[in-house]
């Protein structure tokens, strides 16, 4: 259990430069996900603090204390790869107690700790097979147990997820999580899943091209994101987004003009998001396109004189049918104004007159 | 709407025929296909069969003729086996069909060739004066080294050789692979290159090399020499195995506090124990027929390895006592034939698991 501080930490390959100076910092017992795209950093971020890669500037710190020089192998930090990489040679049981092998524990040391860990993700009957003998979810215990067993400062779990099919991937997101609430061990947990991210971790790094976005909760993140980039990757189905332009305190987009409450100047992007549009009333007048249902709601795209749209009803009832006249609303707390050429959220609302 | 009447078939159809017509087809053509193969493979086989048999049969001078007889037996049997393999479907009933061939040709072998067999052509491994037995002085002066000599050089020889090039190929392919260097890529076609190169045309050169060093004369001076014209292709090969083990597991075992050099040999060594194998097997059997090295670098008797032992026992001024010449090579062939029964099974064995896609 360690707190985790990233001083200006940056890495770069020659010309290419994976990771931008970057600082943060992550509390004692703390689930953070690092969140992004593909080559946005987070892989390089996790093997930084795993020793594997040494930074190209900046300080990394365990506990106050700079680790910059202590190897990979004397960190003991935990780490759980997208592909397991168990060592397809050794058993179970020989795989788990690897890390414990460069340790000096006495035997029952080891047979405790293997029986502990063991019993923490449930594989006390696999220990005799060899990896390719075990499904994805087993291999992905083996990993988290081999990971736990040398009771790690860190906690490192790059896309744990990702490899699953969707039912099994539920049961190990509060597999997971129930875990590191148990062991208290802080954790850093690199996705691409927004899902996975807002689930599982108590703060979220949003990371895009080798740079941090935003750090913040899950509900920071949707409701108050920093940027177009955040706002836009939090949420599924994703924003709807209305280019135009703000003056004279309006937002002009299309011939249509409407209020805005705050400061607000320029090439500007309005940001509604699809459970935000009330649909049935409300001064904007749209054209079902297509209607998707998802069971427990309903997808609409609606034609605007904003542009297209999409919006949610919950529920099964399906209000509206494909090439309705309906109207629309939104409330002047859902919105979200971006700046369009910083891409940063502006400190203002966009109002329906009604 | 008119209904455009399709031609079915009215007569029952003929399964029976049928299924004669495909087995009558299916025969023709494996028979066919194992005849040509048979026919290919007799020009490898003979020259095998008659090295056996004149080494246990021969007397000086090149006596065939129970390589006839066996051929004249063996050959029919070998007929009426594809026959019966080819005509009877129940493998019960086929294996007995073979094992009854096997003994009656085994019968017919006894009473044709047996009374014509002896190992007088095997003295040589219990009588080193080989060179007074034969038709005249040999070249080398009378005297002839013990064949027992020969066969611990070779055998050293070709083991520390094969342990040199595993030593170093396994070692050097792991660098390749992990790590960007300078010169890495020239390094590679280097040593395509290298491997390409006709190693005949470096003989004077490493004569006059290994005799300035001191090492002429030497199993030694050999054992270097050949050891690095079989690197190159031992270090491609150790690269392309290594290149196949994910770096995950590496970083994996870092991590679980392994050094570097401790994850490789935990980790990733057992990870490509097929690969060191295969070139150590390949450089032993290098090692074991080298010849040409072998003939320039060492003169002295007792450095003689198998090799020269067999090109010594050929050459004669008064011409050649072949039945000796084949049961050395037999001898000679033995070792080989038996490491690649014993190792087949591990080369061909590959599993990779643990880790996912």
């Known amino acids: 259990m360690a707190r985790i501080e990233l001083d200006r930490v940056s890495k770069r390959w020659g010309e290419v430069v ?25 892989t390089t971020t996790l093997l930084l603090l795993a020793g594997i ?31 397991y990489a168990l060592y397809p040679h050794m058993t179970v049981r020989q795989n788990i107690l690897f890390p414990l092998r460069f340790r000096h524990a006495s035997a029952q040391e080891k047979d405790r700790r293997l029986a502990e860990a063991a019993a923490l993700v449930q594989i006390e009957s696999l ?49 997971i999580r129930r ?56 949420g599924a189905p994703p924003i709807n987004l209305i280019a135009g332009r703000a003056e004279d305190g309006a937002f002009k987009a299309d011939g249509i003009a409407l209020p805005v409450d705050g400061e607000a100047r320029g090439d500007v992007i309005l ?14 007048s749209a054209v079902v396109g297509e209607v998707e249902p998802m069971g427990r709601e309903t997808l609409y795209v609606l034609e605007t004189p904003l542009g297209t749209l999409r919006a949610l009803e919950a529920g099964a009832q399906r209000s509206f049918g494909q090439g309705e006249r309906i109207q629309l609303g939104f409330a002047a707390s859902d919105t979200l104004l971006f700046d369009a050429s910083s891409e940063r959220r502006l400190p203002a609302r966009v109002r329906l007159a009604s | 709407m008119s209904t455009a009447a399709l031609p079915l078939a009215d007569a029952p159809v003929d399964w029976h025929a049928l299924a004669a017509q495909a087995r009558f087809r299916r025969r023709l053509s494996t028979g066919l296909l194992y005849g040509a193969m048979a026919l290919g493979a007799l020009p490898v086989l003979v020259p095998y069969l008659w090295l056996v048999t004149v080494a246990f049969s021969g007397r000086t001078g090149a006596t065939t003729f129970v390589l006839w007889r066996t051929l004249a037996v063996a050959l029919p049997a070998l007929v009426l086996a594809s026959i019966v393999g080819l005509v009877i479907d129940d493998a019960r009933r086929r294996r007995r069909g073979f094992l009854l061939i096997a003994a009656v040709t085994a019968l017919i072998l006894a009473f044709v060739a047996g009374p014509h067999l002896h190992l007088h052509n095997w003295r040589f491994l219990w009588n080193p004066d080989v060179a007074d037995a034969m038709l005249g002085a040999s070249g080398v002066g009378g005297k002839f080294p013990s064949v027992w000599t020969a066969f611990v050089n070779s055998l050293v020889l070709a083991g520390t050789q094969m342990a040199l090039v595993v030593a170093v190929a396994t070692l050097a392919g792991y660098y390749i692979s992990r790590f960007a260097f300078s010169g890495r890529a020239v390094f590679l076609q280097g040593l395509l290159v290298l491997h390409a190169f006709p190693a005949m045309t ?53 991590t679980d506090g392994a050094s570097r050099r401790q994850a490789f040999f935990h980790v990733v060594l057992p990870q490509v124990k097929v690969g060191m194998l295969a070139i150590a097997i390949f450089a032993f059997i290098r090692g074991w027929e080298e010849y040409v090295f072998v003939r320039t670098l060492l003169i002295a008797q007792e450095n003689w390895t198998m090799s020269l032992y067999l090109f010594w026992t050929i050459t004669d001024v008064m011409g050649v006592d072949y039945a000796l010449v084949s049961a050395v090579g037999v001898f000679y062939v033995l070792p080989s034939v038996i490491l690649y029964l014993l190792t087949q099974r591990y080369l061909t064995q590959m599993t990779f698991g643990g880790i996912k896609g």
């Open chain 2, 202 to 254: 470096l003989i004077i050169p490493i004569f006059l090399m290994m005799y300035w060093i001191g090492l002429q004369d030497t199993i030694a001076g050999v054992i270097l020499v050949i050891a690095a014209l079989e690197l190159p292709f031992a270090i491609f090969v150790m690269k392309g195995f290594f290149d196949a083990v994910p770096w995950d597991i590496e970083m994996s075992a870092m």
């Open chain 1, 18 to 42: 994976a990771l931008e100076p970057t600082s943060l910092a992550i509390e004692n017992g703390e689930f953070v996900a690092v969140l992004g795209p593909s080559g946005c950093g987070k």
């Open chain 1, 179 to 234: 875990l590191q609430r148990r062991t208290g061990v802080t954790t850093i947990l690199v996705t691409h899943d927004q899902i996975e991210a807002t689930t599982m971790a108590d703060r979220i790094v949003c990371m895009r091209h080798g740079r941090i976005e935003q750090i913040g909760t899950a509900d920071e993140l949707y409701g108050r994101p920093a940027s177009l980039f955040v706002a836009s990757f939090i």
């Open chain 1, 271 to 284: 940001g509604v998001r699809p459970e935000g549009v009330s649909l049935g009333q409300g001064p904007l």
């Open chain 1, 127 to 175: 220990l005799e097979r060899l990896p390719n003998q075990l499904s994805g979810g087993q291999q992905q215990r083996v990993a988290l147990a081999r990971a736990l067993i040398k009771a790690p400062q860190l906690l490192l779990l790059d896309e744990p997820l990702s490899n699953l099919d969707a039912s099994l991937r539920l049961a190990m997101r509060s597999e």
């Open chain 1, 53 to 83: 890669y040494h930074p190209s500037s900046g300080e990394i710190r365990f506990d106050g204390a700079p680790v910059n020089e202590v190897e990979a192998k004397d960190r003991n930090v935990g780490i759980v790869f997208q592909s």
